[in-house]
């Protein structure tokens, strides 16, 4: 090969390099613009509807601190004794004292943290409002252990009416506000190792209604899809869902210290990371999972 038939093939490589780094380049801005623009314009309203739960509480919790403005669905927003309504004030008192500039303690509100957090409003459900209702979490539940061989259908049917019919309705419910928006439904599954196959926790029927839901949405999720309303599964972690769907329980003394909690502290059964890592990204994805996990750990990628 001489020098000049060298020089050409060597400029053609090149420029064909050039056009391959420029489309390249063009796809990855793009996608860059079409990610931020679309977490922009879903970040938007979430409805938790049973927040009177440990686990309904702690999503909202965890969504209000990630900067969502968080519908509280609650049985009784006006009461003064719901654990959750305590929980509810304190967070608001506390974040009252930390944009008080006549306090000398409060945190800078420049604070990532304190500048990142949204707003939670407890209300009864209300599938009229329109405050660009973006998602549905429903997080109701209940959980009856007993030994199938003694426990009465009755306990079956409970189960089956909070755990399956209720999340249906709700979907039904609010189906035309998130079609307009486009938007999602969580519901929650069972634990990827549930919990009521475990010897002796008596959770047999409670499991199978969980496991209907897992069925439920997956049939939902292709019902809707020409709607544009994304149906997505969470899964809890592997924690006695006695606890998981039970009233948060307020700390009131530390037996060994003797300290006093202050009002509105509770031991939660879940840690914020966890929900955050799941429920984040299957409510803002393009493309969301069909069901997402909180026990999962979070995969780190080093650069």
Known sequence: M?????????LQILALCSIVAALLAYLMRQSRNATDEYESRNKRHVLVTSCDTCVGLQIALALYEAGYKVFAGLLDPSSLNSPSMKILRAIEQQKERE?????????NPQDPEVRARGQIVPLELDSTREDSL???????????????????SS??????????VAPLRTARMFIPLLRAKRGRIV???????????????GLVAY??????????????????QSSGVDVVLLRPPPVNPLILYN??????????????????????????????NSLIPALTSPC????????????????
């Not at 499991?207 to 809707?224: F, I, N, P, Q």
């Not at 329980?249 to 509770?266: A, F, N, Y």
Request: charged letters at 20%; hydrophobic letters at 40%.
């Open 2 to 10: 001489d020098a000049e038939t060298g020089a050409i093939l060597a």
């Open 99 to 107: 944009e008080d500039p006549t306090n000398t303690n409060h945190r």
């Open 134 to 152: 973006w998602a549905i979490v429903h997080t109701g539940g209940l959980a009856l252990p007993g030994a199938i061989e003694r426990q009465p």
């Open 155 to 164: 306990a079956w049917e409970s189960m089956l009416r909070h755990n399956l």
């Open 187 to 201: 519901l929650l599954g069972d634990s990827a190792t549930s919990y009521g196959s475990k010897i002796g926790t």
């Open 207 to 224: 499991s199978a209604s969980r496991k209907a839901v897992e069925g439920a949405a997956e049939a939902l999720k292709s019902e809707l």
């Open 247 to 276: 009233l948060p329980v307020l700390k009131t003394c530390d037996v060994e210290s003797g300290i006093i909690s202050s009002e509105g502290t509770w031991t939660a059964p879940v840690s914020t990371y966890a929900i955050q």
């Open 288 to 303: 969301p999972r069909i069901s997402y996990d909180m026990a999962a750990k979070a995969k780190l990628f080093c650069r």
